[in-house]
C-alpha cells in the first residue's frame, strides 16, 4: 500500500445519511472513497503518454456530450456516423477511464488516445501535469451543474426515498462537500491551468457550446490534432458529428434508453445520463435565495480571474 492509499484509510467521511453518498476529503476536495482510491492509485502508478488527450469536467457538466464528441472527432477516418460505436455503446464505454487505464495499462485500444477523468486539475498524475499531453475541460454553470448532479444521485440512490433533499444537498455544495468538490474550485483550477498553458489546456463553456456547437466541434478537433480538412468541411463533416453527438440523437437511441454501466459495481441506467441538457434548468428547482447565494460565491471565487458566467443562464 503507497503512503496515499495509507492516509486514505485514515480520512474523516460524511456519512451517506448527510450527502446522500458517503465522501471522504483528499487534498483539499471530497470524493466517495472508491472513486478516491483511484485517484490516489492514478497519483502513485499512472504514466501518461505524449498523445493522450484527457477530457475532464465535474460529474453532470457535459461529461457524456464531450465523451461523444471527442471520441466521434478522432475516430472519424475509421467510422462514419451511420457506423459509429457511439450508436451502440455510450459515450462513456467508448473511452477508457484514468483509473481503468492505471489499474490495467495494457488495456489501452489502438487508436484511441482520449482518457476520461473528474480528477481536479491539482490533483492529476505529476506524469500528466509535467508532459505535453492534452487536457480539454467542460464547464457548466455552477446551478444548472449542482441541479443536473442532485437529480442524478438521487436516481442511482439505494433508497430513494431517504436520499438527501435539494436543499440540504445544496447547502453541502455550497460548502464544497460534493462530488469532487469544491465545485468552484475544481473549474477554477481548470481555468487557470487553461490561461497559463493555452497549448495544453482546452476549456470550452458548456453553454457556449450548446449554442453553437459547430465551431467548438472545429477547435476541438484542432486542439486534439485532428483538425477536419477543407473537403471535410464542405462535405458536412463537422455538422454530421454535431448532429450525431446532440442530445436528442443520443438520448433516443436504444443502447441510451435501456443500457446499464456498471461503475465500481454499481447499476447506473444509463438513461440517467439524459436528464434535460437545458441552459437555465436551476429555475426550476432553485430559490431566488439559493440563487443568489452561489451567485454571491462565484463572484467573490472568480474575481479577477476573468472568468465569468451570464448569471441568467
Given at each position: 500500500?503507497g503512503?496515499g492509499?495509507?492516509?486514505?484509510?485514515?480520512r474523516?467521511i460524511?456519512?451517506?445519511?448527510?450527502?446522500g453518498y458517503?465522501?471522504s476529503?483528499?487534498?483539499g476536495?471530497?470524493?466517495?472513497?472508491?472513486?478516491?482510491?483511484?485517484?490516489?492509485l492514478s497519483?502513485?502508478?499512472?504514466?501518461?503518454e505524449?498523445?493522450?488527450?484527457?477530457?475532464?469536467?465535474?460529474?453532470?457538466?457535459?461529461?457524456?456530450?464531450l465523451?461523444?464528441?471527442?471520441?466521434?472527432?478522432v475516430r472519424r477516418?475509421?467510422?462514419d456516423?451511420?457506423?459509429s460505436?457511439?450508436?451502440?455503446?455510450?459515450?462513456?464505454?467508448?473511452?477508457p477511464?484514468?483509473a481503468?487505464?492505471?489499474?490495467?495499462p495494457?488495456?489501452?485500444?489502438?487508436?484511441?488516445?482520449?482518457?476520461?477523468?473528474?480528477?481536479?486539475?491539482?490533483?492529476?498524475?505529476?506524469?500528466?501535469?509535467d508532459?505535453?499531453?492534452?487536457i480539454?475541460?467542460?464547464?457548466?454553470?455552477?446551478?444548472d451543474?449542482?441541479?443536473?448532479?442532485y437529480?442524478?444521485?438521487?436516481?442511482?440512490?439505494?433508497?430513494?426515498?431517504?436520499?438527501?433533499?435539494?436543499e440540504?444537498?445544496?447547502?453541502?455544495?455550497?460548502?464544497?462537500?460534493?462530488?469532487?468538490?469544491?465545485?468552484?474550485d475544481?473549474?477554477?483550477?481548470f481555468?487557470?491551468a487553461s490561461?497559463?498553458?493555452?497549448g495544453?489546456?482546452?476549456?470550452?463553456?458548456y453553454?457556449?457550446?450548446?449554442?453553437?456547437?459547430a465551431?467548438?466541434?472545429?477547435?476541438?478537433?484542432e486542439f486534439?490534432?485532428?483538425?477536419?480538412?477543407?473537403e471535410e468541411?464542405?462535405?458536412?463533416a463537422?455538422?454530421r458529428i454535431?448532429?450525431?453527438c446532440?442530445?436528442?440523437n443520443?438520448?433516443?437511441l436504444e443502447?441510451?434508453?435501456?443500457?446499464?454501466?456498471?461503475?465500481?459495481?454499481?447499476?447506473?441506467?444509463?438513461s440517467?445520463?439524459?436528464?434535460?441538457?437545458?441552459?437555465?434548468?436551476?429555475?426550476?428547482?432553485l430559490?431566488?435565495?439559493?440563487a443568489?447565494?452561489?451567485d454571491k460565491?462565484?463572484?467573490?471565487?472568480?474575481?479577477?480571474?476573468?472568468?465569468?458566467?451570464?448569471?441568467?443562464?
Amino acid at each position: 500500500m503507497g503512503p496515499g492509499l495509507r492516509l486514505l484509510a485514515s480520512r474523516p467521511i460524511i456519512p451517506s445519511s448527510k450527502s446522500g453518498y458517503p465522501l471522504s476529503q483528499y487534498q483539499g476536495f471530497w470524493c466517495s472513497p472508491d472513486f478516491l482510491e483511484d485517484i490516489i492509485l492514478s497519483q502513485e502508478g499512472f504514466k501518461a503518454e505524449p498523445n493522450d488527450i484527457f477530457v475532464c469536467s465535474v460529474p453532470k457538466s457535459g461529461t457524456t456530450w464531450l465523451k461523444a464528441l471527442t471520441f466521434a472527432i478522432v475516430r472519424r477516418n475509421r467510422y462514419d456516423t451511420s457506423t459509429s460505436p457511439l450508436l451502440s455503446k455510450i459515450s462513456h464505454d467508448c473511452i477508457p477511464t484514468l483509473a481503468k487505464l492505471t489499474k490495467e495499462p495494457d488495456s489501452r485500444e489502438p487508436g484511441i488516445p482520449l482518457v476520461g477523468t473528474h480528477t481536479p486539475y491539482t490533483a492529476l498524475p505529476k506524469s500528466i501535469l509535467d508532459s505535453d499531453c492534452k487536457i480539454v475541460y467542460i464547464c457548466r454553470e455552477p446551478k444548472d451543474a449542482f441541479v443536473a448532479l442532485y437529480h442524478f444521485l438521487a436516481k442511482r440512490a439505494p433508497k430513494k426515498d431517504e436520499f438527501v433533499s435539494l436543499e440540504e444537498a445544496f447547502d453541502l455544495f455550497c460548502q464544497g462537500k460534493s462530488f469532487y468538490g469544491p465545485y468552484l474550485d475544481h473549474v477554477l483550477g481548470f481555468w487557470k491551468a487553461s490561461q497559463a498553458r493555452p497549448g495544453k489546456v482546452l476549456f470550452p463553456k458548456y453553454e457556449d457550446m450548446m449554442k453553437d456547437t459547430a465551431p467548438y466541434v472545429k477547435r476541438l478537433a484542432e486542439f486534439m490534432g485532428y483538425p477536419f480538412s477543407l473537403e471535410e468541411e464542405e462535405a458536412g463533416a463537422v455538422q454530421r458529428i454535431v448532429d450525431l453527438c446532440g442530445f436528442e440523437n443520443m438520448s433516443s437511441l436504444e443502447v441510451n434508453k435501456s443500457g446499464l454501466r456498471k461503475p465500481h459495481e454499481v447499476k447506473v441506467e444509463n438513461s440517467f445520463y439524459f436528464r434535460k441538457g437545458r441552459i437555465g434548468d436551476w429555475k426550476e428547482y432553485l430559490t431566488p435565495e439559493m440563487a443568489e447565494r452561489l451567485d454571491k460565491m462565484m463572484e467573490q471565487k472568480f474575481a479577477g480571474t476573468g472568468l465569468t458566467f451570464l448569471v441568467s443562464c
